[in-house]
């Protein structure tokens, strides 16, 4: 009995390990994309909380805890209240599998993609539900929308994590990196990644297709009608998933915590480290991308998913795969 | 081994209890709700046994995609008509479909479980070697050899199905507006643009 305990008591320190410096890195990545989007601009951004302004975001945190939550009363009560904390849930389950490095890693399971990819396609089940919870047009709309543009792009997602498997020869993420150990696939697959890095942006509802919380359109889509923390829960679960796709596409294509080149200054800096500055990297395009780029239309939005990146993503995966095929590099895994 | 069957019973409660409630609820929408936690909790059944793929693979297909879309067209039902139609009626005329659709099921399982009974040797004479190659592999090695002729079949019938579902919705509306993206791109501004000088209480006459 006192093993079994000694064992969940190890488990409950790794996932607080885990789980906090993520809530914490949610709240510095808010920063950094209001203080890139307002640089872009030529404005300061937030600078006044704490040293340049970092705590803007758990001063904003503060405010929406103490903040009255109204839930609207023709709203489905019990579903209105579930939208947010499954949304925040699913964005933080999915960083189970996230490899730091080759030993920091919670659970090394053996379908660990298609675990990621499962959670964040469950994502569109919070904005559902809280749209059509809160009983009113404008978020109904919104979530609508949000649903129809995360399940169109999570197709070619799907295929462009597909065309990576075919190079790797497994599911699991450790795997995956450690098969970029000579090339990282960003290389060979560079129509892919930036395939992959415009779905993500529409997968997490980002500028420019933010359509489901298009201001002018929508007040504020399926959020409208949501108040004080449960506001805050959708808006941490946004940017948790923002920071996982950012993840994804540095273990899918730059090569996870694989350094830059292995020679020796360079290979000092330790693995979680470089795991750190990919995402970062691939964060801070999200953040020039909502400042540059204005948004997209709704029919401009399904075309580009369907008509363009479903058969481009299709042709490259059969070129991959004959290309595999005749040079005779397909990988054999562990058969 | 404590823990596992910890596990098990509480998926299994859940899945059970998820189940019925589909059935039970009054509320089109909850029913759906409960259909999905059936469908994790199953999938959740379906890693513990081993079967981490198929396990993935009914929370991507089904969670994923199949039940969205489910909630999609129930949310945009009315859900106050539906409480009244045939729920509140005396005379239901669901029940008998109901019932023979279930013994049917209920036959079906019967044979399966029987000849499992009968034959016992069943899962060790596949052509799996259970052997330490991951679930993915062993799913791929039999999938594209063995029952190459199934997939495929599987794949063309639902090509069909997707075909048939979008002759059906299909149609051709007249006088709807279409925007060709080559027309708006290829535009110029003096094509479209025209500087016209107006004169105060005149007004200019504009062609079209």
Known sequence: MTEYLFILGQEIYKILFLLIPILVSVAMIVWLDRRVWGLVQKRKGPNVVGPFGLLQTIADALKYIFKEIIIPASANKTVFILAPIVTMTLALVAWAVIPMSEKLILSDINVGILYLFAVSSLGVYGIIMGGWASNSKYPFLGAIRSAAQMVSYEVSIGIIIINVLLCVGSLNLKDIVIAQKELWYVVPLFPMFIIFFISALAETNRPPFDLPEAEAELVAGYQTEYSGMMYAMFWLGEYANILLMCAMGSILFLGGWLPLIDIYPINLIPAPLWMILKILFLFLLFALVKAIVPRYRYDQLMRLGWKIFLPFSLVYLVLTASFLFYFDKLPTGNI | ?208
């Open chain 2, 1 to 208: 081994m404590i823990a596992h069957s910890i596990f098990f019973y509480f998926f299994s409660v859940i899945a059970i209890f998820s189940s019925l409630m589909v059935i039970t609820s009054r509320s089109t929408v909850n029913s759906v709700f409960f259909l999905i936690l059936d469908f994790i909790s199953v999938g959740c059944l379906f890693i513990m046994v081993g079967a981490e793929f198929l396990g993935m693979i009914i929370l991507i297909v089904y969670v994923g995609a199949v039940a969205v879309l489910f909630l999609f067209v129930v949310m945009m039902l009315n859900v106050a008509e539906q409480k009244q139609s045939w729920f509140i009626g005396k005379k239901s005329t669901h029940i008998p479909t109901g019932l023979i659709v279930s013994v049917l099921i209920f036959l079906e399982l019967l044979v399966v479980v029987g000849g499992w009974k009968y034959k016992d040797n069943l899962m060790t004479s596949s052509s799996l070697s259970l052997s330490n190659i991951s679930n993915t592999h062993q799913l791929g090695l039999v999938m594209y050899t063995d029952y190459i002729l199934y997939f495929q079949l599987a794949g063309v019938i639902l090509l069909l199905s997707m075909i048939g579902a979008i002759l059906l919705t299909f149609r051709k509306r007249p006088g709807l507006k279409r925007q060709d993206y080559f027309k708006q791109i290829s535009r110029d501004p003096s094509s479209s643009i025209e500087l016209k000088e107006v004169q105060s209480n005149k007004g200019v006459k504009i062609d079209d």
